[in-house]
């Protein structure tokens, strides 16, 4: 009888376990940090892709520069999609992480767009210009301002130019530099302004129809400032991370991009 039992018991202990693994069993999840627009627009289409490979992806959505990269360090996230690689190298080295890029996604065409003044020619002398205060971005406006003859830079400043590295500046453009978020908010208080490609689309603005200038999908900016899927270093072989690099870099996803943002935003596969 105590054989019995305690047969009975085994089976039943083994049961559970089973039971229990067979509940806790299910979609893999992917957690990743991504602004608004349109990184998380973009994921959400690559979710149901990922669905149909048996991954559940959660999209955190924030709407700064700063917290994705350190959510992702901090491991509360296993990957993060809203920057470009110059932004990543400058975030590293300043707050000593080591996140990086898996793939390139896309590219948003930085765009100049009119505030007070509705014309690149019709800018006064003084003219107050908005530009993003983050290091890259704003090297990046003044390197788009200068393509349009408005000044010259010292050719050794590069992606690290700020407004001290102006040599020419025929109509003394007076630069207001904001956080990169706030520009579109920027544009009634001053005569244009220079905004990234996800805050100008999250404001209503359309770089291929409302900019005054913008960068060329086919110029040296589209590869050097191409959107990417972040992850921290020693995570680049997870097979899910790839699974979720290979959904982003789908037919369905590029075609999503190409129909949804008409321009404002460029696959780059």
Known sequence: ???????????????????????????????????????????????????????????????????????????????????????????NAEQKTDLVPIASIHYEPLGVYPGKTKSLDGLKDGAQVAIPNDTTNEARALLLLETQGLIKLDPNAGFKATPKDIVENPKN???????AAQLVRSLQDVDIAVINGNYAIQGGLNAMTDALAREEKDSAAATTYANILVVRRGDENREDLKALAEA?????VKKFIEEKYEGAVVPMF
């Open 1 to 91: 009888m105590k054989k019995t039992l305690s047969l009975l018991l085994v089976l039943i202990l083994a049961f559970t376990l089973l039971a229990g693994c067979g509940a806790s069993s299910g979609p893999k999840k992917i957690v990743v940090g991504a602004s608004p627009v349109p990184h998380a627009e973009i994921l959400a289409v690559a979710k149901e892709i990922l669905k149909e490979k048996g991954y559940e992806l959660e999209i955190k959505e924030f709407t700064d520069y700063i917290q994705p990269n350190l959510s992702l360090q901090s491991k509360d996230l296993d990957a993060n999609f809203f920057q470009h690689t110059p932004y990543l190298n400058d975030f």
């Open 173 to 179: 453009l007076k630069f207001v530099e904001i956080e």
């Open 248 to 252: 982003l870099r789908s037919e369905e």
